[in-house]
């Protein structure tokens, strides 16, 4: 039985230099996505579709999904701004065109329930192992997708703000809402945001938000071409646009799509800037010693995760 993992990737890399984000936070240069890729592995997973850039392939599979051959069934799936045709954008955009976009890209190669996550978010073995089993539920169903929701507390960065996809549910975790809040971070300990008026607004630490951790049925395909056709007619010109997972689901749940929330009490982490590298290492040697992680992951026997 296939399930699949969708890893949007194409941020790493531009088509000005190789690939970034590659920072190594473990004992022998383990890296964010290599963490991710062990959890998910190890929750049952089978079936892994990168989306990158053509502009980095090759440096990809050299330095990244190489480690993963053998263990995995892997594919491939390409982002470009060139997949818009020319008269339909602007010429000068140097942006992709979102994290949505980029599942759209998928579609060719996905037939069954499958995950989403983002390359470069630690998520930790809990939410894997949420996500993998609720993918299992979904089998044989139609317009049954699912978010793993964190706790804004648990997903605030070390140093600087960070956008977060913050989430309003009911009284079953059913959502609401989710609106992406930009340069999110804690002001004299409570997490904030600053509005459109330059104003600070507090936060609920306790809120659900959104980590583009995502599980979908493969009808989800018909509905976002639906409305990323919609995107470019109305906005495609504009060099700032983004057709992203959370503005989409927004606007799904407003016509009445039902999308569970599912928590996980996990604890995110990034490199969101170079400060933040520190504190990640010594998670990740914290996690070791407890021995929810080995000091080498990824042998180059190409052996299972034990």
């Known amino acids: 039985m296939t399930t699949t993992l969708v890893v949007l990737a194409a941020k790493m890399g531009n088509k000005y230099g190789g690939l970034k984000q590659l920072e190594g936070i473990g004992p022998n240069g383990e890296t964010i996505l290599d963490y991710s ?19 980095f392939e090759e440096e990809f599979k050299e330095k990244v999904s190489a480690k993963y051959e053998g263990l995995v069934e892997i594919k491939y799936a390409f982002q470009e701004i060139e997949s818009v045709p020319e008269e339909l954008r602007n010429s000068k955009r140097n942006r992709l065109w979102g994290s949505a976009h980029a599942i759209l890209m998928v579609k060719d190669l996905v037939k069954e329930p499958f995950g989403v996550i983002n390359a470069t978010n630690f998520y930790q073995r809990e939410s894997f192992e949420l996500l993998y089993s609720h993918l299992q539920e979904t089998r044989n169903t139609l317009q049954n997708h699912f978010l793993i929701s964190f706790r804004l507390a648990n997903a605030l960065a070390e140093t600087g703000g960070v956008t977060r996809g913050i989430c309003e549910v009911n009284d079953k975790d059913e959502l609401i809402s989710i609106v992406d809040r930009m340069g999110v971070e804690r002001i004299g300990g409570d997490p904030m945001y600053l509005n459109e008026y330059n104003k600070w607004v507090e936060l609920d630490v306790n809120s659900p938000i959104s980590m583009n951790m995502w599980g979908f ?26 057709f992203s997972i959370p503005g989409f689901m927004n606007e799904m749940v407003q016509e009445g799509l039902k999308v569970k929330t599912i928590k996980t009490p996990a604890k995110w982490m990034g490199l969101v800037s170079p400060d933040d590298r520190i504190q990640v290492i010594l998670r990740i040697n914290d996690l070791i010693r407890k021995g929810i992680y080995p000091s080498k992951i990824f042998e180059q026997t190409n052996q299972s995760p034990k």
């Open 37 to 55: 890729m062990y959890d998910a592995l190890k929750a049952g997973f089978n079936k892994v579709v990168f989306v990158i850039s053509k502009y």
């Open 217 to 242: 049925t493969p009808d989800i395909f018909n509905s976002l071409n639906q409305s990323f056709d919609s995107f470019i007619a109305t906005s495609g010109t504009d060099l700032k646009s983004d």
